[in-house]
């Protein structure tokens, strides 16, 4: 490791320090905050310390795998949740004057905690407050702020329209901020691509506090914040995105077959058809190990969870002609409309009124996962789906979930490097693996990601190669790290070829033009090669 006078000062600061220098500098932190914006009192509400009454359920509220959420996991940060932009405008000012990192959050999904949690003292800018979604219906476009759950897009697009969705994720309590600016696929991409394919505008903070849209951050910015991940290179405000056309009704089916019921033979088939039927239909699978009820032995669960866009009566021919195997009948299928479907592929009841997707804190905070993804380009045979089985009978019922979610139709279109999500023609699907616990106990959880660990060295053979491809929104910290004092272009580009493929360079490039400084990083940041920034450790 590089021992400069810097590293080693800053080595010296975190072993004898603790918390006094760390109270120290957030209290310089927030009188210079407090100095430096139009209204003190007006920032001041929010400001939250660990002082304030509400810092926990602050910092919690958007803490979304209970891997992260203890005490000892969680560290103090201040966190700020801006109501305006010149409070963001501040907090970056404020945060390099004194040193401090920043995560932003916007829905605190991220996989690794990436959005609240980091080594060097930092702060939390959390989105919260800056939601409002602008529906344009005559221009089939939106303004979407990134502190917009998923649930509340869909909800005011329906609203507004009947006949227009998006093609993003089907969580309803994922941020805009980080969803799109890493991709984003959902029920309809097999029609219209990722969510970041539909970007046509967005707002963003520079490391040096200037707002620019994308005709003056200029289009190598532009490009890289749809997918190439936003906390690289900015402080992303809002999105403008495209509308796009769907029927009054769709239709959604939700096929269960058992390995009684041939489920091997079914999932081997659907490799064939997943990414080639008609881009209107898009057939996900997800596959559990379960307690057989026939015979008390552990067997596979596969559901065919599906979404044609148009009536049954144009989907069944379809499938009678594509995928037979699944015998999918007429009463299989239910006819709603799309936001309808919106709710039934988030696992809500039917008749629950629309409300639910304005929840910003439905679902479950408590549960800890891992997951790991992978891209398919050649179908897994069956020896080898039945060796995943045997790996799955390994985990309790219901705690590992494979999710097979199918690509071709728009997403084949679109060239790699037309955005640095680049997983386009070649894939027939991207495969996820999540396991999921509530015990606390660090044991119980190596034991999960050993697991995860095992699946991923089990897939080497079956999935792509050279690199071997991973979704970044899944992101997985196992794929390699930038460590302290050591961010280079070939570390980075371990991780970063299997997000990005060729379009990394790019990433790089434009990184060390916006932030030569690297300040805007964590983890998993495109490096910037600027040859100064190298003189300062994490
Ligand atoms: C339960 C669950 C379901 C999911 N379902 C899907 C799915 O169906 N399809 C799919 O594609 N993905 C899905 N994902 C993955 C999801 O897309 C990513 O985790 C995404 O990054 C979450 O965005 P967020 O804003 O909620 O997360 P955050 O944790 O807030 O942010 C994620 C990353 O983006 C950065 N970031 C956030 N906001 C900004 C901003 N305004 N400017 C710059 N950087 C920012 C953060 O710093 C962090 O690095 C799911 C995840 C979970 C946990
Ligand atoms: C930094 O990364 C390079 C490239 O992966 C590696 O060769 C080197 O050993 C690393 N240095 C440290 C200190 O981790
Ligand atoms: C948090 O507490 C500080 C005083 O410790 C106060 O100035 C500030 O207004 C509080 N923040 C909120 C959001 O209540
Ligand atoms: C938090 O409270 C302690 C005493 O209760 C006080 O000394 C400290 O200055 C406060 N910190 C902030 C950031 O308000
Ligand atoms: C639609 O877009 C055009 C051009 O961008 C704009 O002039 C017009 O005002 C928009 N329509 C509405 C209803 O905003
Ligand atoms: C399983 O497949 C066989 C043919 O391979 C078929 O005869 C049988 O009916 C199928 N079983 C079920 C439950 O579909
Ligand atoms: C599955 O079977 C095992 C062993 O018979 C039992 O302990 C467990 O509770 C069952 N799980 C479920 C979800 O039924
Ligand atoms: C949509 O589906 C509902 C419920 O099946 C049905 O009553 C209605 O006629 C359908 N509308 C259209 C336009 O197909
Ligand atoms: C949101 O969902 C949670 C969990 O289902 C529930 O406890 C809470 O009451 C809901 N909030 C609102 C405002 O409906």
């Known amino acids: 490791m590089k021992t400069s006078t810097s590293s080693l000062l800053s080595l010296l600061f975190l072993f004898s320090s603790s918390l006094a220098a760390l109270a120290n500098t957030h209290e ?24 304030n009454s509400s810092y ?9 795998n209970g891997r992260f959420s203890s005490a000892a996991t969680l560290k103090h940060p201040v966190i700020v ?57 005559q221009n089939s476009t939106a303004w979407v702020q990134v502190g917009a759950t998923l649930g509340e897009l869909y909800y005011t697009i329906a609203e507004k329209s009947s006949t227009l969705g998006f093609p993003a994720g089907v969580c309803p309590t994922v941020g805009v901020g980080g969803h799109f600016s890493g991709g984003g696929y959902g029920m309809i991409s097999r029609r219209y691509g990722i969510a970041a394919d539909n970007i046509i505008d967005a707002q963003i903070i520079d490391v040096n506090g200037r707002i620019l849209d994308r005709k003056s951050m200029g289009e190598d910015l532009f490009w890289a914040i749809r997918g190439g991940g936003g906390a690289s290179f900015g402080f992303i405000l809002s999105f403008k995105i495209r509308l796009l056309p769907v029927p009054q009704n769709v239709t959604v089916f939700n096929v269960v077959r058992t390995l009684e019921q041939n489920a091997t033979k079914l999932v081997h088939r659907w490799q064939y058809i997943a990414d080639k039927i008609d881009d209107k239909l898009l057939i996900r699978l997800f596959v559990r190990s ?51 479907s919106v709710l039934y592929f988030a696992g809500f009841q039917s008749g629950e009124s629309l409300d639910v997707l304005r929840n910003r804190t439905s679902g479950i905070n408590e549960i800890s996962f891992k997951g790991k993804s992978d891209y398919v380009q050649k179908p897994i045979p069956e020896n080898g789906l039945e060796r995943i089985w045997d790996l799955l009978h390994e985990e ?15 997403l084949n279109e679109i060239p790699e490097s037309d955005i640095p999500f680049p997983h386009r023609s070649g894939n027939i699907y991207m495969l996820h693996y999540g396991v999921f616990w509530v015990e606390e106990e660090t044991a119980v959880a190596e034991s999960h990601l050993s697991w995860a660990r095992r699946l991923y060295g089990l897939l080497a053979s079956y999935v792509s190669k050279s690199p071997r491809a991973a979704y970044f929104n899944y992101r997985d910290l196992d794929l390699g790290v930038n460590n302290k004092g050591n961010t280079s272009y070939t570390q980075a580009s371990i991780w970063g070829l299997r997000y990005f493929k060729n379009n990394f360079q790019r990433l790089v490039q434009v990184k060390t033009v916006v932030d030569p400084s690297n300040f805007f990083r964590n983890e998993q940041s495109i490096p910037s090669m600027s040859p100064w920034w190298k003189k300062r450790g994490d």
């Not at 405008?89 to 004194?98: G, L, M, P, T």
């Not at 596969?302 to 069944?316: C, H, P, V, Y």
């Open 28 to 51: 310089d932190f927030l009188e210079c905050l407090s100095l430096h914006s139009q209204n003190s009192n007006a920032i001041s509400n929010v400001v939250y310390t660990p002082n």
């Open 56 to 64: 926990s359920s602050i910092l919690l509220s958007s803490v979304r």
């Open 81 to 137: 949740t801006p109501l305006h932009e010149s409070q963001i405008q501040a907090a970056i000012y404020c945060s390099r004057k004194h040193g401090l990192q920043i995560r932003i959050r916007s829905g605190g999904h991220d996989y690794e905690g990436l959005s609240y949690l980091a080594k060097s003292p930092f702060v939390i800018i959390d989105m919260r407050n800056l939601r409002s979604i602008s529906i344009d219906t």
């Open 290 to 340: 379960i307690n057989s009820t026939s015979n008390g032995k552990r067997s596979i669960q596969a559901s065919f969870t599906s979404l044609f866009l148009g009536g049954t009566d144009e989907l069944l021919p379809l499938m009678h002609e594509s995928f037979p195997e699944l015998g999918l009948v007429k009463e299989d299928c239910i006819e709603m409309s799309w936001i309808e």
């Open 396 to 410: 309790d019922v219901g705690a590992a979930e494979l999710q097979f979610s199918p690509y071709g139709g728009r």
